[in-house]
């Protein structure tokens, strides 16, 4: 079984975002290439046989043993669930431990993983996108996603169950919406009425949830770290990127026609 890197559902808090009342000027194509990538990741992995699922999460997950070690964990690691500095030849001795932690980045455990990842990505993302512009969000994105990772890794070192979802990199995006665009609405879905919600408000209680919900499988751990590096890289930068946004939300002057 995988530690799931999962943002929350209408099960999990029952305020569901539909969308967000902030529109842009751009295209978000980091954004629907990163959400592309994910869906064909989850379609090469293999799903019909679990032996070859979870043989296919160990070789190519983040697991945090092995970034604690440094080593792929053993045949007899695996087996018996222990963390070992010295406990056999590894089971996949290829295995860049260090690249898998960008790996488990794009890894899903299942089609609601994937699908409720992203959703949150779609809502979030263009926002956070034409702030960054196209380098910096993909880079803002990745910092965040691999010190998920870290903060993870951190809090359970000796796991070793294989870390897969994009969560962890999109709650950076979370925090970093959290700093940019906190009075702006999102509608929501609280049982059955349609809310508008400030964004603060609906980021500040998914970011409470993840300490008063920690389910089991569940890497809250990763959530937690990854938004407060989104919250930490924005905040410094805050009144360059929101100057941005303006510049690029400036009405566009109509060109004077001459005869």
């Not at 751009?26 to 592309?36: K, Q, R, S």
């Not at 979802?165 to 906190?182: E, N, Q, T």
């Not at 400030?198 to 500040?204: D, F, S």
């Amino acid at each position: 079984m995988a530690a799931l890197s999962r943002l929350p559902t209408t099960r999990d808090v029952l305020l569901f975002p539909l969308r967000d009342l902030n529109p842009t000027r751009i295209f978000p194509i980091v954004t629907i290439g990163l959400i592309a990538v994910n869906i064909l990741v989850f379609f090469w992995q293999p799903a019909d046989d679990p032996i070859a699922e979870e043989n296919f999460l160990y070789e190519r997950a983040a697991i945090a043993c092995e970034l604690t070690t440094g080593d792929p964990l053993s045949d007899a690691e695996i087996a018996g669930g222990e963390c070992s500095d010295n406990d056999g030849n590894p089971a996949f001795p290829d295995k860049n431990v260090w690249l898998a932690a960008l790996v488990s980045m794009f890894l899903h455990g299942s089609l609601g993983h994937l699908l409720s990842n992203m959703w949150f990505l779609w809502i979030f993302g263009n926002n956070v996108e034409e702030a960054y512009g196209t380098g910096g969000y993909v880079l803002m994105y990745l910092v965040a996603g691999l010190g998920a990772t870290a903060a993870f890794v951190f809090a359970n070192p000796d796991t070793t169950v294989p870390l897969v979802g994009a969560s962890g990199a999109i709650a950076g995006v979370l925090g970093a919406y959290l700093v940019l665009f906190p009075t702006h609405r999102v509608l929501t879905l609280f049982f059955f009425i349609f809310v508008h919600v400030p964004a603060g408000a609906y980021l500040a209680l998914w970011f409470f949830l993840q300490f008063a919900y920690q389910q089991h499988g569940v890497a809250w751990e990763a959530h937690v770290g990854g938004f407060i590096i989104g919250v930490l890289l924005t905040l410094p930068l805050r009144s360059v990127l929101l100057a941005r946004v303006r510049r690029l939300h400036q009405p566009t002057p109509q060109l004077r026609m001459f005869r």
